[in-house]
């Protein structure tokens, strides 16, 4: 198996260009095999309230955002101080994984990569409970194209949680289109 030491910046395997998955992605400059270490995730490490302040969820183009939890007190914002690792895009079928190593990120191959593949692995962003159906659409949505997309970059829920929050779209649906309560104004 391939070292799992870290990669010198002369010595990165991959290129950023633009990706058909979303913006800009890595691309492997040469064939990585299996179990390569390919690049440390790094950049400012802030606390989850810092990241909070910075990119509160209400507005969806803030949902671009190149964070990475590392653990319950820390993330790494890699739009500071970051390096190429922030263009690795998500897809539900990855060729790379993330590991977390004594609250260091790198990213690892976990299976052999042809040169000129893109660089992918499984986001899996945490749930709290509180996301619904349209937020795996509009916000989170995954554009991979794998055979087996799961169609969000939220982390993979049973099928019964699915069928929960498919029961709460469908109430909230209803409730949406039930008829006012309120009397209908005529216009001239």
């Not at 979303?22 to 390919?38: E, Q």
């Not at 060729?95 to 690892?108: A, F, L, T, W």
């Amino acid at each position: 198996m391939a070292s799992r030491s870290r990669v010198a910046k002369e010595e990165q395997s991959f290129v950023v260009r633009r990706s058909r998955i979303a913006g800009r992605g890595a691309f492997a400059t040469r064939d990585i095999a299996k179990g390569d270490r390919i690049i440390e995730y790094v950049g400012e490490r802030i606390s989850h309230g810092v990241s909070d302040e910075r990119y509160g969820d209400v507005d969806t183009d803030a949902h671009h955002t190149f964070l990475f939890n590392v653990n319950r007190s820390v993330v790494i914002d890699a739009s500071f101080g970051g390096n190429d690792s922030r263009f690795i895009n998500h897809s539900c079928n990855p060729n790379c994984e993330s590991e977390i190593e004594k609250g260091r990120v790198y990213i690892d191959a976990i299976r052999n990569i042809r040169k000129g593949d893109e660089l992918t692995y499984d986001y899996a962003y945490g749930r709290d409970g509180t996301e619904t159906l349209e937020d795996e659409t509009d916000i989170y949505v995954c554009r991979c194209g794998a055979k087996k997309c799961r169609g969000t970059i939220l982390e993979p829920i049973t099928k019964a949680e699915r069928k929960k929050l498919e029961a709460k779209a469908k109430v909230r649906h209803h409730d949406k289109h039930a008829p006012s309560r309120e009397p209908q104004r005529r216009t001239k």
